[in-house]
């Protein structure tokens, strides 16, 4: 008997020693609560990030555009970032690099366009000169792709009023009658439709070819000098649970809907994002192009500089 309590007592001694280096590797990683950021959910839900190694928390932001702010304060080491938020913190000189990627555009893919409010009197994108319209961030990717579908229909972008709308809310103020119009995704953008809430009027697709990136993983390059096998990590997790989603549609959308508080009847006519963990220089600098055209970048910006190997 003693024998066996003394192995036990080493192997307990054992253990707890052993414990710090198995530890896993901490990371909160900041998130705008949507349908396309599936990859990221069922890698937390599913367990993919802890057979990485990584003890990840999810922290849920409602405007995109405070991701750089809490990402270079140390307060989150990563974020679901759209490219144009990226791209104009990397201009205001803030040091990031995409490490990953999420959701790339694609017509077959999750409805994303412009609904108008019922009874506003806007029925096309034209009507829409003068209006107020809710964003879900101002400068973010989904409001850079609104304007860009208004200058292609002549309108004048800076005679409308935009106002900053998270998702969840979007058609509670639309029906309240404060705007005349929402940039929005699925499931939101199903839901508004499906109440009668809102009337689509514009394709926020319209001319933008297969492939880009739509969101992606950024963090401070400083964070990513001192951990580089977190990336690692990270970036496989996020690979992993790219798969999950395209081999798995139905479970996805149960995941989906625990983070969005979805019920099942709205779930089952969600279509899914099309995921891709990889992020290249290219694809930013297909972005770039496109808020130029707007006036929103100044001077050159290093493109290969902005992706990290």
Same mark, same amino acid.
Do not use: C
């Given at each position: 008997?003693?024998?066996?309590?003394?192995?036990?007592?080493i192997a307990a001694g054992l253990?707890?020693? +052993?414990?710090?280096?198995?530890?896993?590797?901490?990371?909160?990683?900041?998130?705008?609560?949507?349908?396309?950021?599936?990859?990221?959910?069922? @890698?937390?839900?599913?367990?993919?990030?802890?057979?990485?190694?990584?003890?990840?928390?999810?922290? =849920?932001?409602?405007?995109?555009? !405070?991701?750089?702010?809490?990402?270079?304060?140390?307060?989150?080491?990563?974020?679901?970032?759209?490219?144009?938020?990226?791209?104009?913190?990397?201009?205001?000189?803030?040091?990031?690099?995409?490490?990953?990627?999420?959701?790339?555009?694609?017509?077959? +893919?999750?409805?994303?366009?412009?609904?108008?409010?019922?009874?506003?009197?806007?029925?096309?994108?034209?009507?829409?000169?003068?209006?107020?319209?809710?964003?879900?961030?101002?400068?973010?990717?989904?409001?850079?792709?609104?304007?860009?579908?208004?200058?292609?229909?002549?309108?004048?972008?800076? #005679?409308? #009023?935009?106002?900053?709308? =998270?998702?969840?809310?979007?058609?509670?103020?639309?029906?309240?009658?404060?705007?005349?119009?929402?940039? !929005?995704?699925?499931?939101?953008? #199903?839901?508004?439709?499906?109440?009668?809430?809102?009337?689509?009027?514009?394709?926020?697709?319209?001319?933008? =070819?297969?492939?880009?990136?739509?969101?992606?993983?950024g963090v401070s390059t400083t964070?990513?000098?001192?951990?580089?096998?977190?990336?690692?990590?990270?970036?496989?997790?996020?690979?992993?649970?790219?798969?999950?989603?395209?081999?798995?549609?139905?479970?996805?959308?149960?995941?989906?809907?625990?983070?969005?508080?979805?019920?099942? @009847?709205?779930?089952?006519?969600?279509?899914?994002?099309?995921?891709?963990?990889?992020?290249?220089?290219?694809?930013?600098?297909?972005?770039?192009?496109?808020?130029?055209?707007?006036?929103?970048?100044?001077?050159?910006?290093?493109?290969?500089?902005?992706?990290?190997?």
């Amino acid at each position: 008997m003693r024998f066996f309590a003394t192995i036990a007592f080493i192997a307990a001694g054992l253990t707890a020693s +052993a414990a710090p280096a198995w530890a896993a590797m901490k990371m909160k990683v900041a998130y705008t609560p949507n349908g396309v950021t599936a990859p990221l959910y069922v @890698a937390k839900d599913k367990g993919i990030f802890e057979a990485h190694g990584l003890d990840v928390e999810l922290v =849920p932001v409602p405007v995109n555009s !405070t991701l750089p702010a809490a990402i270079m304060s140390g307060s989150v080491q990563s974020g679901t970032f759209t490219p144009t938020v990226f791209i104009q913190a990397v201009q205001a000189g803030l040091d990031l690099q995409a490490i990953a990627g999420m959701t790339v555009t694609s017509r077959e +893919a999750m409805q994303v366009g412009i609904v108008a409010r019922t009874g506003s009197g806007v029925e096309s994108v034209e009507d829409l000169a003068g209006k107020r319209v809710g964003v879900p961030g101002i400068s973010a990717v989904l409001d850079i792709m609104a304007r860009r579908i208004m200058l292609m229909h002549g309108v004048d972008i800076n #005679s409308l #009023s935009y106002t900053e709308t =998270p998702f969840p809310v979007q058609m509670d103020i639309l029906n309240a009658g404060t705007i005349d119009a929402v940039v !929005t995704v699925d499931p939101f953008y #199903s839901r508004i439709q499906d109440a009668g809430v809102g009337t689509p009027i514009g394709d926020l697709l319209e001319g933008i =070819p297969d492939g880009q990136t739509a969101q992606f993983f950024g963090v401070s390059t400083t964070w990513a000098d001192e951990n580089p096998e977190a990336v690692e990590a990270f970036r496989a997790a996020i690979r992993d649970g790219a798969q999950f989603v395209r081999d798995n549609p139905d479970e996805t959308r149960a995941v989906i809907g625990a983070y969005l508080k979805l019920p099942p @009847a709205i779930l089952s006519d969600i279509v899914l994002p099309v995921v891709d963990a990889e992020i290249t220089p290219e694809q930013i600098a297909w972005w770039i192009d496109v808020m130029d055209e707007q006036g929103l970048i100044e001077g050159k910006l290093d493109v290969d500089a902005m992706v990290r190997d």
